[in-house]
């Protein structure tokens, strides 16, 4: 036992030597590595962003809030099947039974190709980003490194966001992916309570419109019976202007009751929450995301001291193998 203690004093005492005899070597590694990754940092902040090696990157988010209430989800299923997404939908987890969720569907909305597409055609990433080969599925590729979607359970907030060196372009990019986002939902119907507001607004501006061609077909043959001067075509035109005011008469309790009807809708959709709501659109960004220079400082000084500890060592095994006449002699013995 003594013997076996008195062998592992000696190894760390052996280690300890090793070290000291190449502290040189090590501080100087050490000091080079963390210079360098010093002077590379300031190179990189001063450098412009299209030739700097590591430039700033601005990442702009857009949080929406996405309503997964069980009410709405009993017609999602039938409703995706409708939109034509039902197969697609199905491969990311999307609209089975028990299984549909409005953030799910939004997830896979962010993935789709269709999305991507639109993003790719409506800011020219396939010349932005010079793909030749494959432009369409590369820029796919390349679109997914950098637009990331996410959902918090908790919250019920949906994220979108975009990574550029560019932060104005990063925010246009985001915010077009709001709008896209929130025209797929509207055109897809999931909320009812919007889908009618949308219905009944259409249909109260047709009523408005037709109440004011009554009105003015009623004033010209109004001035046409003041006009007349045949005593044979008064009754016909009278008659005319009869039918015009009973027509105008119903197209006003038409407007009447929509009116009605839209107020109350505003009132109950006041007390809801929609399926898809824009809670914060993104914002140009006026601090950098990444990269953490600070951090790889850190790193590489670290690593080049770890590295020039295991070069001592080997530099060590190298020069005692070299004093050994019997390990040089196998080294050197030809078969």
């Known amino acids: 036992m003594g013997e076996n203690k008195e062998d592992d004093e000696i190894s760390l005492l052996d280690l300890f ?4 005899r190449y502290k040189v070597m ?3 590694v050490t000091v080079v590595a963390a210079v360098f990754s010093i002077v590379f940092s300031i190179i990189t902040i001063v450098l412009p962003p ?3 090696p590591l430039p700033n990157e601005f990442t702009p988010v857009a949080n929406m809030l996405i309503n997964d209430s069980s009410s709405g989800n009993s017609g999602l299923s039938s409703l995706i099947s409708s939109s034509g997404l039902g197969a697609l939908a199905s491969l990311a987890g999307v609209g089975g039974v028990g299984g549909s969720s409005h953030s799910s569907l939004a997830l896979f909305l962010a993935t789709s190709n269709t999305f991507l597409d639109s993003v790719v055609d409506e800011f020219d990433l396939i010349e932005k980003w010079e793909i030749e080969k494959h ?3 590369e820029s796919r590729k390349a679109l997914q490194k950098v637009l990331k979607a996410s959902y918090d359970d908790e919250s019920g907030i949906f994220s979108i966001s975009f990574k550029d060196t560019d932060p104005e372009f990063a925010q246009r990019v985001v915010n077009y992916a709001v709008d896209y986002m929130e025209q797929r939902f509207t055109d897809l119907g999931l909320d009812k309570s919007l889908l009618e507001k949308k219905n009944l607004e259409e249909n109260i501006d047709a009523s408005y419109n037709e109440i004011i061609r009554l009105q003015k077909e009623i004033s010209k043959v109004e001035q046409s019976v003041s006009n ?5 075509s008064a009754p016909s035109i009278m008659l005319d202007a009869s039918m015009l005011k009973l027509e105008l008469s119903a197209q006003e309790q038409v407007y009447t009751q929509l009116k009605t009807q839209y107020e109350v809708l505003k009132i109950s959709m006041a007390s809801e929450t929609p399926v898809f709501q824009v809670i914060e659109r993104a914002e140009v960004p006026d601090r950098k995301s990444a990269p953490s220079r600070g951090k790889l400082c850190i790193i590489i000084t670290f690593a080049a001291f770890f590295i020039s500890i295991f070069m001592a060592f080997l530099l060590n095994a190298i020069k005692n193998i070299q004093s050994d006449p019997e ?9």
């Open 50 to 52: 299209d030739s700097s």
């Open 135 to 137: 432009p369409r599925a």
């Open 17 to 20: 030597a090793v070290l000291l």
């Open 228 to 232: 007349v001067f045949s005593a044979a």
């Open 26 to 28: 090590i501080i100087v």
């Open 327 to 335: 390990a040089m002699a196998k080294l050197t013995a030809k078969n």
